[in-house]
């Protein structure tokens, strides 16, 4: 059975193949070949993953050799696949979710004149993730990120049609490529010293006891920061976390499957794949964390501020994956919690990326919150699944989310030996963030459905869009509402997680479980309340109001930009130009003059060829007669020594 593994990659690869070589031969019916492609390595997964089940906890990690890709002398380079509760989560997230988001996509995309391409990408997407979570080695894990990478590059800018309207989407496209190469080069990092310790790159050698003990703390540190910056641009984690806003220029369907299935996903799977190094680096671990406290704080706060529902929903990701990279950092207690959050958070992220294409359907491409309003009646379907997607989020029982988010913010109270400080900050952070998201996400979902008036634009009629597209949405909110519940209790998903993870020992909170939970629910409630008050309640303006000066950082991502431009573009452009300078004025010209003096050289030996006998003999005289002073001038120097 373990033999089928490949065919998980296999079917979605042979799909986009299908649909890029058959070209516009398989217009009329390629996308049915992009849905069958996900749905069959959804069944295969389905198979092994029963098969999983049925074996006992010590044997669930299997690896299954493919070939080997590279022999020198006595390096041996294997390609082959993991198959473990960790790697089968993804496994599973990637193609039900994927799976659906294509079924979806069919409708959404039916007018496209290029549906046949945009599924071939999706498709490709669905195989580098897959390669990704499958790897059993760093080397061929890599070969999945680049495979993510590239393919979002492809979706993002989809509707790069040329045209001077269409220019910002090959510019969001160019900006989540150029932003994920820096991330790239620390994994490269990360596999060149892994490589430069262990002699390997497969994770059965890299994180076994053996290697991770005999590493020094500086090298483990110097791994797991290389890491780190992999994730951030992955995972769109500060400081690296600017291109995932503008990402949003690309169809519906790639946000839903980038934010909820795939990409962003990566970083946290690097993480807690990586955990044997991170907990050999306490310093690298306790970056993980603030980077994760720092990224759930930043998004949140811009989320508050976005009136377009899909930025909305892209900064409410950005803060959702730094609760789960907190987590990845907090070490054992916090890996089953990080790879849980992952899990309810890919249904209820994409039900409500997929409900949020449900509303640009119905009102005619517009994604401006502030020209929604009282749409509930219109849209009924999207409007319940989304609400479940919205109570998921939010945290409130027995919906997912509170099962998974809860367990993260109880681990980020759990005290560390020495440093009392951090169970206090990481676990305010932690409840803060669980405030804000009520608020960001109370004021979405009132400002699309609620409101005294519609504030539609006159001629709009709102309506929900085929079943092909709100079917998935009722899947998604039905995992939206009970996948939590069923994971959750009992500890069903960490002890599942465990042969991977490992056991992490029970250790009280530094404040009373009960007070965690109830504090949280009260912070959560208060956060939904004011928005409730602020944008249900009363009557929201059609234009936004100046704000204050946080509301008006907010809605420029707080700078990221311009950040980003002055401390990083600026120097990087004035180092391009020195170097320009100096190839082109001293590198060039310099060169240059060699060949001017050969040829000056040339030009005065070339007036000596006259032509004339008479001419050379004397030439020839000349200079027998210097040759014999100089040697009779040796000859005398000599004799007087």
Request: net charge neutral; proline share 4%; hydrophobic share 55%.
């Amino acid at each position: 059975m373990i033999g089928l593994a490949p065919w998980l990659i296999g079917f979605p690869l042979i799909g986009a193949a299908i649909l890029l070589l058959g070209g516009k031969a398989t217009d009329r019916w390629g996308h049915w070949i992009g849905v069958t492609a996900s749905a069959a390595s959804g069944v295969l997964a389905i198979i092994l993953l029963f098969r999983m089940i049925g074996t006992p906890a010590e044997g669930r990690s299997v690896d299954h050799h493919l070939w080997t890709w590279l022999s020198a002398g006595g390096l041996d380079v294997d390609l082959g696949l993991r198959l473990d509760p960790l790697s089968m989560t993804f496994v599973m997230l990637v193609t039900f979710v994927g799976t659906l988001i294509h079924v979806y996509s069919v409708a959404y995309m039916d007018h496209d004149p290029d549906r046949r391409r945009f599924f071939a990408y999706l498709n490709l997407f669905v195989a580098a993730m897959l390669t990704l979570v499958l790897a059993d080695s760093y080397l061929l894990l890599f070969v999945g990120w680049e495979g993510v990478g590239l393919a979002s590059y492809l979706l993002i800018g989809f509707w790069d049609t040329g045209r001077p309207s269409a220019r910002e989407n090959a510019v969001a496209a160019k900006k989540a490529f150029v932003m994920n190469r820096i991330g790239d080069m620390g994994l490269i990092a990360a596999m060149a010293l892994l490589f430069a310790h262990a002699g390997a790159l497969d994770f059965g050698t890299t994180l076994s006891d053996e290697s991770v003990g005999t590493m020094s703390q500086a090298t483990a540190t110097a791994i797991g920061l290389c890491l780190l910056l992999a994730a951030c641009g992955k995972s769109a984690q500060f400081p690296l976390q600017a291109w995932l806003g503008d990402a949003m220029a690309g169809p519906t369907p790639v946000s839903a499957l980038i934010h909820a299935a795939t990409m962003v996903t990566a970083g946290v799977y690097l993480m807690v794949r990586s955990g044997a190094i991170l907990e050999a680096a306490p310093t690298a671990q306790l970056v993980v964390v603030l980077v994760g406290a720092v990224t759930l704080i930043f998004g949140a706060i811009v989320g508050c501020a976005k009136d377009d529902i899909k930025k909305a929903l892209a900064a409410s990701t950005m803060s959702q994956i730094g609760y789960m990279m907190l987590a990845a950092g907090l070490g054992p207690a916090g890996y089953a919690y990080a790879i849980f959050h992952l899990l309810t958070h890919g249904f209820f992220k994409a039900g409500l990326f997929l409900g949020a294409g449900s509303v640009m359907h119905a009102m005619d491409d517009q994604t401006d919150m502030r020209r929604f309003g009282g749409l509930s009646r219109f849209l009924p379907i999207t409007w319940i699944t989304m609400g479940l997607g919205w109570l998921a989020i939010l945290g409130i029982p027995p919906f997912s989310g509170f099962w998974s988010k809860d367990g993260i913010i109880e681990a980020a109270f759990l005290p560390v030996e020495g440093q009392p400080w951090r169970a206090w900050v990481f676990g305010t952070v932690a409840v803060l963030g669980a405030a804000i998201t009520a608020f960001y996400m109370t004021r979405l979902f009132f400002m699309t459905f609620g409101g005294r008036r519609p504030r539609w634009t006159e001629g709009q009629h709102p309506h929900e869009g085929s079943p092909l597209m709100w079917w998935p949405l009722v899947f998604l909110g039905v995992g939206s509402a009970a996948l939590g519940l069923v994971l959750g209790i009992g500890g069903t998903f960490t002890t599942w997680l465990e042969p991977v993870v490992g056991h992490a020992e029970h250790h009280e909170p530094v404040l009373p479980v009960w007070l965690i939970i109830t504090a949280t629910l009260v912070v959560v409630v208060l956060g939904a309340l004011l928005a409730f008050r602020m944008y249900a309640v009363q009557v929201v303006p059609e234009e936004a109001p100046r704000g204050s000066v946080l509301t008006r950082a907010a809605r420029k991502d707080l700078y990221q930009d311009a950040a980003n431009e002055t401390l990083v573009l600026a120097p990087a452009v004035g180092l391009a130009r020195v170097v320009q300078v100096g190839d082109r004025d001293v590198v060039d010209r310099g060169w240059g003059v060699l060949p001017q003096a050969v040829s000056w050289f040339g030009g005065v030996f070339r007036k000596a060829q006259t032509g004339y006998v008479r001419s050379y003999a004397a030439g020839m005289a000349g200079g027998v007669l210097v040759i014999a002073v100089v040697a009779w001038l040796v000859v005398g120097l000599g004799g007087a020594q």
